[in-house]
């Protein structure tokens, strides 16, 4: 996913800087959308060895108004569209900081397919937001970031794990440009 990022690019769900060690040269500076203070502090040795400009613009995904219109090349989410509390929100701004031919590239967590595991997902729902940080596995988020003004291309779909970790290991990879 990180090797398709050009340009600015506005990193969702940040976290501890995972993503900088895969962005190619193409990068040109990263903007960070990361809501916990602890992350961003570990992310400083990953942030001076990244050699580029990157910077903490958001704690709030569905609030980037430090950000003007049309200021993004890419965004990318890995394991975060599926944490975020108001996503369709989160995904607007996504859409209106996107330069035009922009892209948001993701990796995430999804409903499954099959009608016994999104069933599961839904039964465990309740308990599974709690201990995972608010993610919802029973989000369909490739139909979500289409309804939020996008068109989706995934080039991945599939379960993580056999048996019993179906039900958290749906997972989705794209590339979604605004229509």
């Not at 430090?66 to 509390?85: F, I, K, Q, R, Y």
């Not at 608010?134 to 970031?145: E, K, N, S, Y």
């Not at 289409?146 to 995934?154: I, K, P, Y």
């Amino acid at each position: 996913m990180c090797a398709e990022a050009r340009g600015v690019v506005l990193d969702v769900g940040f976290g501890s800087g995972p993503n900088l060690e895969h962005y190619p040269a193409a990068v040109t500076r990263v903007l960070a959308a990361e809501p916990s203070q602890l992350a961003w502090e570990l992310a400083a040795g990953r942030i001076a060895a990244f050699g580029r400009p990157v910077e903490r613009t958001a704690r709030d995904a569905a609030d980037l108004t430090a950000l003007p219109d049309g200021s993004v090349d890419t965004v990318t989410a890995a394991w975060a569209l599926c944490t975020v509390p108001d996503v369709g929100r989160a995904l607007a701004e996504v859409r209106r900081v996107l330069r035009p031919g922009g892209s948001l590239l993701f990796v995430e967590h999804s409903r499954a397919p099959d009608r016994g595991t999104e069933r599961a997902q839904r039964w465990v729902q309740p308990l599974w937001g709690r201990v995972a940080g608010g993610c919802h596995l029973d989000r369909d988020l490739p139909l979500v970031i289409e309804r939020t003004g996008f068109e989706v291309e995934l080039d991945r779909a599939a379960y993580i794990g056999p048996g019993p970790v179906r039900v958290w290991g749906w997972f989705v990879r794209g590339a979604a440009r605004p229509t």
